[in-house]
């Protein structure tokens, strides 16, 4: 993720598998969660960040991410 503020959002089938997004910095610290029920998942920070996707109880679906 770029050195600005940025925001990540994923979109996919609530249906074929509950999703989530969360972000962390460089040392690993958490930035931002995101695990709500519907089809989108958002989080969002600034500076450098790693992004992670994963399933709720290892749910597994496809996605789109974009990233502004």
Sequence with gaps: VKDDAWT???T???SAGD???RAFDG???RIDISQ???NT???SGEGPAF???YGYNNATGAY???VE
């Design 8 to 10: 990540v959002t994923i």
């Design 12 to 14: 996919f089938d609530h």
């Design 19 to 21: 999703l989530d997004l």
């Design 27 to 29: 040392d690993n610290n």
């Design 36 to 38: 709500g029920t519907d």
């Design 41 to 43: 998942e958002t989080v």
């Design 51 to 53: 992004i992670e996707v």
């Design 64 to 66: 789109t991410i974009v």
